[in-house]
């Protein structure tokens, strides 16, 4: 990844996370690639409804897998949600608040800007 990518609103993305450390490359950033087959790409803020949500999906992501380096989620935790998990919570209405300018802009192909920007946390 040599040029850095964008956000959902056509900026430089900025950095979601490092503790934990998130992104589909570990790298703090929702950045994405071709074998991002997720598309971890939303970063949002956890909380305890979606990650309950998140769990009943079959998705973990609250128990540590240490064989993973994965130390769980918790609330407050800003995490790299894959695009289409985040929509599909969006609908339950239980979708996470967002960072909106840490969202990478492969999010719209899944997800509509004004849908994102009801639940950001960064404004203007």
């Not at 309950?52 to 989620?73: A, I, R």
């Amino acid at each position: 990844m040599s040029e850095k990518q964008k956000n959902v609103l056509g900026t430089e993305l900025e950095s979601c996370g490092t503790d934990p450390i998130t992104g589909y490359f570990r790298d703090g950033c929702c950045n994405t690639g071709f074998s991002d087959g997720g598309t971890h790409t939303v970063c949002a803020i956890m909380d305890d409804r979606f990650l309950e949500f998140s769990k009943s999906k079959g998705n973990d992501l609250v128990t540590p897998q240490k064989e993973y380096g994965f130390k769980g989620l918790k609330k407050g935790d800003s995490w790299c949600l894959c695009a289409m998990r985040w929509e599909e919570a969006r609908q339950a209405g239980c979708a996470p608040r967002v960072k909106i300018k840490s969202t990478n802009i492969k999010t719209l192909e899944f997800v509509r800007l004004e849908h994102l920007k009801e639940y950001q946390v960064d404004l203007h």
